[in-house]
């Protein structure tokens, strides 16, 4: 899909910080954009007002989604793991029902989530995540296996998705677009870091860059030292020795 072709974005969960840069970015290049986010964060918008569309609701609810997502040609997703109701899943499925046929369908989520079991992580990675996840069921407030079953349907589905997985991310100025590999555990992302706003950026870049269909990168920041030492472009651990 050219750039051509995209005029109307849909971004839901627009009001979280992941959320805002990807509206400025959208807005940047001109599109027509409608956010999305819960009643209560509409207040983060005010700075957007008059330059965008705000649909109230929550994101998993399919009606909200159908309402913001009609005559889209992309739909920018935050996976957020909220709460023990099926939160992330619930939005996922939403926008795999409802999006026209054809749109760009980019989701965000995190390094955690692996598509093809190839991805390789540190024990203090994997042990984070493991304490991470019981400690958000106990408080009910994150349930991270509901965000690797979104992600299921969405590497499940037929549309023209990317799945973009972040590292851990910092704030500050933007460095450029993030580099990217097909597994964790490519040298590349040794790093462990990007830049909320070249997070943002690399999701909306994404609506327009064909070779990202059906992929799911993980990324790191450009400027980070290990992208400096190994980037050169889209990398498949087989390049390592790895069978792919």
Request: proline fraction near 5%; glycine fraction near 10%.
């Amino acid at each position: 899909m050219g750039t051509d072709r995209v005029k109307k974005v849909c971004i839901i969960g627009a009001s979280g910080k992941l959320g805002q840069y990807m509206v400025r970015h959208a807005l940047e290049r001109g599109y027509e954009v409608v956010g999305v986010c819960r009643e209560r964060s509409v207040p983060k918008l005010a700075a957007f007002e008059g330059r965008m569309t705000v649909v109230p609701g929550p994101t998993n609810d399919p009606e909200v989604i159908r309402r913001a997502v009609a005559g889209c040609d992309g739909v920018l997703t935050v996976l957020v793991p909220w709460g023990v109701q099926q939160y992330a899943s619930g939005t996922a499925q939403a926008v795999l029902d409802h999006a026209r046929p054809g749109a760009r369908l980019v989701f965000s989520c995190g390094w955690h989530i692996t598509r093809d079991g190839r991805d390789t992580y540190s024990r203090m990675f994997t042990t984070g995540v493991r304490i991470a996840a019981v400690l958000g069921k106990l408080v009910r407030a994150v349930e991270l296996d509901d965000q690797v079953e979104a992600c299921r349907r969405v590497f499940a589905s037929d549309t023209r998705w990317t799945v973009v997985r972040g590292s851990t991310l910092e704030e500050g100025e933007s460095q450029g677009l993030p580099v990217w590999s097909r597994h964790v555990g490519d040298p590349v992302l040794a790093s462990d870091l990007t830049r909320r706003v070249d997070f943002a950026l690399f999701m909306v870049e994404a609506l327009t860059d064909d070779t990202l269909v059906q992929e799911a990168p993980a990324i790191v920041g450009c400027r980070t030292p290990s992208a400096l030492a190994h980037g050169d472009g889209p990398r498949d651990r087989a390049e390592n020795g790895i069978e792919s």
